[in-house]
């Protein structure tokens, strides 16, 4: 067992760390306040790679492996929970798909300008009224006419719609064949009867924008499906185990931010005549903190390892994402705690940052559909 990184690792560590302490941490409050994303970071990101992630370097890609991409997920997810989530959806919604399934001629046409540092790309697969359930929630429809297919429905909660060239759109092909009724298509965001409702108002991640679609005879030609017609419901759950994985990273970020600002405050605050931090309430805290962010951490690495290899990760993305979510969660409700008062002021980040993390347990699966994810496996194993 190895729990170092390589050196190529730690040196990508190193620049993504030096980057956005320097381009996307100072603007972090700003990108809140404001709910809109910090596009020089986003063109800069072009640089360095972190807007190509799961492209291939012969499409002028960077093409990492998944640990690597776990450390940038960890690392933006540390400075920005708005911009982490934008290049998370990005990366894992928005062009491993493509990758995966699309054709050469879809990579030749799309990812030019998805790794440009102008655009980021997007998935639509909730609906109003599927979110968990999208086998059998799922309505937009999608009927073939002739060398075109015409798109009817809605989709709700869509990141990066309205800053995306394409949204790669799950819909019904066939009402009668169960899973295998479903086709991914995409979607030229300038195509007629497409809508990209306004920015939708959150709690938080109100830099991340989130849109509702609503598509009214919108047509594609035949050649838009990515992979096979009938593949889009197999095709969205890899994609989702895979989005675990990164949603976990971000998580883990989070947890980190919020942890650094709460050891820092503690040793920094009086009371009873000497610094909380030696007080045991707070050394408990702390102590929990630690723990918790590591045993998510070395979980979150473990299925990306997994998925390196080759191996299954479906029950280990679960797991990691489901405790580091959860972990998060705690983390950033003590660090508003070790700060009094002033943790729910908005002059001080871990408020931002509580409101951030909120939505991990939700999107990517919600962290009972990941218990039950877990435990069918589980079973599974034990049958």
């Given at each position: 067992m ?21 381009e ?11 709910g ?25 890609g960077t ?8 450390i ?55 609906e109003?009224?599927a979110?968990?359930?999208l086998?059998?929630?799922v ?17 709700a909660?869509i ?12 819909c ?7 899973a295998r ?8 965001t ?20 989130t ?26 759950m ?14 883990i970020g ?6 650094e ?11 009873f ?12 805290m ?10 998510a ?6 299925s ?45 980040p ?34």
């Amino acid at each position: 067992m190895d729990f170092e990184l390589n050196q190529e690792q730690k040196m990508w560590q190193r620049i993504v760390r030096e980057f956005c302490e320097s381009e996307v941490k100072p603007h972090a409050a700003e990108v809140d306040e404001t709910g809109q994303i910090h596009w020089d970071a986003i063109r800069k990101m072009k640089d360095i790679g972190l807007n190509s992630l799961e492209v291939p370097e012969a499409l002028g890609g960077t093409e990492v492996d998944t640990i690597s991409i776990v450390i940038a997920m960890e690392e933006l997810g540390r400075a920005c929970g708005s911009t982490a989530l934008s290049l998370a959806a990005h990366n894992g919604l928005g062009c491993a798909p493509i990758k995966r399934w699309g054709t050469p001629a879809q990579h030749e046409q799309w990812f030019p300008s998805l790794i440009s540092g102008e655009v980021l790309g997007a998935l639509a697969l909730t609906e109003p009224n599927a979110g968990s359930d999208l086998l059998n929630g799922v309505q937009t429809f999608a009927r073939r006419a002739g060398d075109e297919w015409v798109i009817d429905g809605s989709k709700a909660w869509i990141t990066n719609a309205g800053i995306a060239p394409v949204i790669t759109v799950l819909c019904r092909t066939d009402k009668d064949a169960g899973a295998r009724g479903f086709s991914m298509l995409l979607v030229d965001t300038k195509s007629p009867g497409l809508t990209i409702h306004p920015p939708e108002k959150k709690m938080g991640l109100k830099g991340s924008p989130t849109h509702m679609l609503s598509l009214d005879g919108v047509r594609v030609p035949a050649d838009a499906v990515l992979g096979e017609v009938g593949r889009g419901f197999h095709q969205t759950m890899a994609t989702l185990d895979n989005g675990r994985i990164g949603i976990g990273a971000l998580s883990i970020g989070l947890a980190q931010a919020a942890f650094e600002e709460g050891v820092k405050y503690a040793q920094q605050r009086r009371a009873f005549g000497k610094p909380i931090s030696e007080h045991q309430a707070i050394q408990w805290m702390i102590a929990d903190a630690a723990l918790e962010i590591d045993a998510a951490r070395l979980l979150v690495y473990r299925s990306a390892w997994l998925k390196d290899q080759g191996k299954d990760f479906t029950k280990q993305a679960a797991m990691g994402k489901l405790m580091a979510t959860e972990v998060a969660e705690r983390v950033c409700k003590n660090a508003i705690q070790i700060h009094g008062s002033y943790g729910y002021s908005r002059e001080f980040p871990v408020e931002r940052i509580y409101r951030d993390q909120r939505l991990m347990s939700i999107g990517e699966g919600t962290s009972e559909i990941q218990r039950m994810v877990i435990a069918r496996r589980v079973l599974q194993e034990f049958s």
